[in-house]
């Protein structure tokens, strides 16, 4: 398919920080842009899961938030066990002083994605599929455009660009934004430096207070957390639209792999992930007769992944190759998944983006030779923003970590044990569990 020759604003990704940058655009009276996407279709796979509360209401405030609202399930809290009892359980009603939206949306990243294009879709918009960017360089006539040019040939010449493609972003490559660890090449933990994902149903289905919709549940095992999200059926015809259709509730399941145990298969098959199930996963999904009196196994896997849980920030979120070129989502930030921080963090960054984005154009229509102030202090502050949620993330990633090993001959306790400890019995307090529910909700950093 043929683009434009011209365009104010190129986006440049059609997952969710892309699609939300280019609603948010519509939202707030801008036009004129082209949004690309290098692959044919939008992904199939299921990935994040989690749309906390500062990310509806933001969703909101742009028209977004409905779609996803009527198909999500609204998580109720986080739900935090050993193998066999509950340790902690942080309810999100507690937030219904502070928004209109006093929950987490549970629903996949593919459907995320369906959603929002087909909002977008009706508000007259269409990705333009596929189309790979392999070079930018500034325009010779205007030093305010980049000649954006395309694996097939085509050439934009765009005013503003927004890199979303992701976090081997060739925006930032070409652009030459650098992007590492903010602790430095050889972060402090790095012990549970790898995960597992995978959507699966059960013969039979498992029964007990986790396999209920509703709860994010935390499983935690010496120096390793496990994560159970019952998605129930709600989900089944586009989570297997390439596979085999199945009418049994779909299980979330995720856990990190330990570095000792060696790197996880690239899209680990059925038998691994049942193996990891029955060594961290609670007793009522195992196929462990020890563990479970009423045993299951992993009958259908749907879909599975590995992935790192490193962090990477951009050394900078905007900057100039003739247009404006910014970096959000993962092109601009990666981090661990604990407290289901990212694609919400690239969600409000899309959104906060295109105000800015749309302020300063109106600004250059005012004044050709309006400055970038605008521009320059979004980009500040939201990258103070992803270094505090990064630090957030390794937090939470290191209290996981912690192993039920003593600490020393002299003192027969372990972190993990006191850590444990310590949520059982403040978990009992309400304030101790508001406190939990508003850090994960991101109100207080959106």
């Not at 049942?274 to 462990?288: E, F, M, R, V």
């Not at 154009?361 to 605008?374: F, K």
């Amino acid at each position: 398919m043929s683009l434009p020759e011209n365009t104010t604003v190129l986006i440049v990704g059609a997952g969710p920080a892309g699609l939300t940058a280019a609603l948010s655009l519509v939202h707030y009276g801008c036009h004129d842009f082209v949004i690309v996407d290098a692959v044919g279709e939008g992904l199939n796979t299921s990935r994040a899961i989690t749309i906390h509360c500062a990310t509806v209401e933001a969703l909101a405030s742009i028209d977004a938030a409905d779609g996803l609202l009527s198909h999500a399930i609204k998580g109720k809290g986080i739900r935090i066990t050993s193998r066999t009892s509950q340790i902690f359980d942080a309810k999100f009603d507690s937030l219904k002083k502070h928004s209109a939206h006093p929950y987490t949306l549970y629903i996949p990243q593919n459907v995320t994605e369906l959603v929002l294009g087909q909002k977008l879709q009706s508000l007259g918009v269409q990705v333009q599929r596929p189309h790979r960017v392999v070079g930018m360089k500034q325009n010779e006539k205007d030093s305010r455009i980049t000649d954006v040019s395309f694996e097939d040939g085509q050439v934009i010449r765009a005013r503003y660009i927004i890199g979303a493609d992701g976090a081997r972003s060739i925006i930032r490559t070409i652009a030459g934004i650098g992007f590492s660890d903010p602790e430095g090449p050889h972060p402090a933990n790095n012990v549970l430096a790898q995960m597992v994902s995978a959507d699966v149903t059960f013969e039979p289905e498992p029964v007990g207070p986790v396999t209920l919709e509703g709860h994010l549940n935390g499983t935690v095992f010496s120096g390793n957390f496990f994560f159970l999200v019952p998605f129930g059926k709600r989900f089944n015809a586009e989570l297997t639209r390439d596979g085999k259709p199945t009418t049994k509730s779909i299980f979330r399941v995720g856990c990190a792999i330990p570095a000792k145990n060696g790197e996880p298969p690239h899209a680990p098959p059925k038998e691994y992930i049942q193996n990891l199930i029955d060594t961290y996963g609670p007793a009522c999904i195992t196929s462990d007769p020890s563990l479970n009196p009423k045993p299951v196994k992993v009958d259908q896997l749907v879909w599975s992944t590995r992935f790192r849980t490193r962090s990477a920030i951009a050394d900078r979120t905007f900057t100039r190759l003739g247009a404006a070129i910014f970096l959000v989502g993962d092109a601009a930030h990666i981090h661990s998944p604990a407290g289901g921080q990212g694609m919400n963090l690239a969600i409000r960054d899309a959104i906060f983006l295109a105000e800015a984005v749309t302020k300063h154009i109106q600004a250059s229509a005012e004044n050709p030779d309006v400055d970038d102030t605008i521009l320059q202090e979004f980009a500040e502050a939201r990258h103070a923003r992803a270094l505090e949620i990064i630090g957030f993330t390794k937090t939470l990633l290191k209290l996981a970590s912690l192993t039920y090993d003593s600490y020393a001959w002299w003192m027969p306790f372990s972190w993990a044990s006191i850590r444990d400890l310590v949520l059982r019995i403040l978990g009992g307090y309400d304030f101790v569990q508001s406190k939990v529910a508003w850090g994960l909700s991101g109100l207080g950093r959106r």
